[in-house]
DNA sequence: CTGCATTGTGTAACCGGTTACATAGAACAT
DNA sequence: ATGTTCTATGTAACCGGTTACACAATGCAG
């Protein structure tokens, strides 16, 4: 390994030179820096961010924290961020928590060991000690909390949204699929649908998932008919189990939308692929993770300011899976 | 932040004690241990690994490139390769190449920069100076090279028993789809394919695209139909194309499996959601993920060890997008 | 010509760990 | 009793950077 030691002798200055032309700090004669600059090139060299970061107490790395990348929700956050953070020379820890608390406080740890300058992190744990006693910049992904900055989409209008979208499309009997109660954003869009379905001239019925994963998705699709095998509208928790509703109904011979209107959450990109394509509310997660990053950075930049969170639209992406207006 | 100094006080001791403890070797008193210990919990001190990573050349991260995770095959990869990372006491510091050179240069330095151990990378370009001037363990991922270890799936194989599985259920006019020519796992499967297709008594066509974007998916389902209506069995380049076929395919009015059949690669967890499901060569990516971290793991031990790579195998997943056994 | 500010460079302390080496007491062998 | 080995602990060098400080040369004002 190179380091700012060979590049001094090589360039006949002290390391303290080569520091500085590096830095773009200090004073360096001109003479001196276009030397120090052919000694780098000759030999290649590139400083050892940890040495850096060991004395500097903050590295160029932020610590991301997502629930599971598997998810397709959250690739497309974690490339905003990623993206974001590159663009301004920082680069990205990830740790999936799989929302195990246990994980979670490991990777933070870790984080914490490697000196990352922030923290970008989609807990539902913001209030336990490991996060009152961290002094870094955080900003909450997907999340909120009254005591951090956070970039999320508001779930109880995207909730909201959904109900009315099917109301207003003529569904008459609903069926609301309610996600994990352990994921905060998930009871936000289940309210913000039950808010509106209970003022609403319709009947209908709730059904209780505790998962998002993939395999399960089809059996929580069966078991919806097998219980409400009348049904004419459908939220589903999220896109995955919105097409996995879809592959059931037609499985069954329903007519999607004429019979049975579904609608998803999220908009991740394979709900376009869906036959028929799914409705669906959209977040717009490469984007708010972006703003993400972007929020962390100015924080990094300026850690005193007050702190201020960004709550992202949401937005009626109308495919084939609900009908053509169909007022009422 | 609490350093090992501040622990030596507390206790009484030397930091060369505290640090004896830490890392359990060396003598220690039972009574000194035993002050350590308490010290360390009424400080609640852990210890930075940067400062420790220094010392040693060697952190407790590996660095992790990989094209896009928002290609739903990279995630289950990656969590492959993060779980067994993580059983091991080791971290994931991870990359998105986007295939772009420049990225992936981008990121090697920064994961050199930041003495990562080992690295696990699925690029195409192993063979520029960027890796061979890298004297880190390092294994390739779904990719292939005869100067490193790798673990990879047999994309010739794969793509065999593709076109073997469509021909014996009967296809008569088949369109191969072939993936981006810049990515070799596309290209081998691409070339099986060929070789039977080649050898049998089927009509067949080549059909060829340049990503595998999820944006353009749906626009290379409507061109294939376009340039080949007559088709009755095709093989996807990956499943997200094959998931794209079968929209366009019912859009069209086509019946599946009945009138054409269609098979898709990789098995991503979402092609069992499709309808009707599809059929698809599986490659064991979470498997394959670990199997690397593993391999990377070994290396890092012994790092003079002569390279073994691991092929996985494939494996056909008969779903309902192609035909039960339509014997000639 | 003198004094002060500006420019250029080097020496050494520092960041927070690890470990080689020195030192000393205890245990054990002869 | 003495030498040797084992156990226990501390001191200080080291990892590869950054920067405070010291010092010298130069420029410029009065």
Redesign the pocket.
């Known amino acids: 390994?190179v380091?700012?030691?060979d590049v001094a002798k090589h360039a006949?200055?002290?390391?303290?030179?080569v520091?500085?032309v590096?830095?773009n700090?200090?004073?360096?004669?001109?003479?001196?820096r276009k030397k120090v600059m052919t000694a780098i090139e000759e030999l290649n060299y590139s400083?050892?961010e940890v040495?850096?970061s060991?004395?500097?107490?903050g590295s160029r790395l932020i610590g991301l924290l997502l629930p599971d990348i598997t998810n397709p929700f959250f690739p497309q956050l974690a490339r905003g961020v990623e993206d974001e953070a590159g663009r301004h020379g920082f680069r990205v820890l990830l740790g999936n928590s799989d929302e195990d608390i246990e994980k979670e406080m490991d990777y933070i740890q870790t984080f914490v060991q490697n000196n990352v300058v922030g923290m970008i992190t989609a807990t539902n744990h913001v209030d336990y000690d490991m996060y009152q006693s961290l002094d870094l910049p955080l900003v909450l992904l997907d999340r909120t909390s009254s005591s951090y900055p956070a970039v999320y989409a508001d779930g109880r209008e995207g909730g909201r949204l959904a109900a009315e979208t099917l109301i207003k499309k003529g569904a008459q009997r609903v069926t609301l699929v309610k996600g994990p109660a352990h994921v905060k954003p998930a009871v936000d869009r289940y309210r913000g649908a039950v808010e509106v379905l209970g003022e609403a001239d319709v009947d209908f019925s709730v059904m209780s998932t505790t998962s998002y994963a993939f395999e399960e998705a089809l059996n929580w699709a069966e078991e919806l008919f097998k219980k409400f095998p009348e049904t004419d509208g459908i939220i589903a928790s999220n896109d995955i189990v919105g097409i996995a509703i879809i592959h059931e109904a037609l499985k069954r011979g329903k007519n999607i939308p004429e019979e049975l209107q579904i609608i998803g959450y999220d908009d991740i990109p394979q709900s376009r692929l869906s036959y028929p394509p799914l409705t669906t509310i959209r977040q717009p997660a490469y984007e708010m993770g972006r703003r993400a990053a972007e929020l962390l950075i100015q924080r990094i930049g300026q850690p005193q300011q007050e702190h201020r969170s960004i709550q992202m639209p949401v937005e009626l992406i109308e495919r084939h899976t609900t009908r053509k207006d169909d007022q009422e």
Chains 1, 2 share one sequence.
Do not use: F
């Not at 006949?12 to 030179?17: G, K, L, N």
């Not at 700090?25 to 001196?32: F, I, P």
């Open positions: 390994m380091t700012i030691k006949r200055v002290s390391v303290a030179t520091s500085r590096l830095n700090n200090g004073y360096v004669g001109a003479e001196t400083p050892n040495a850096r060991l004395y500097k107490r």
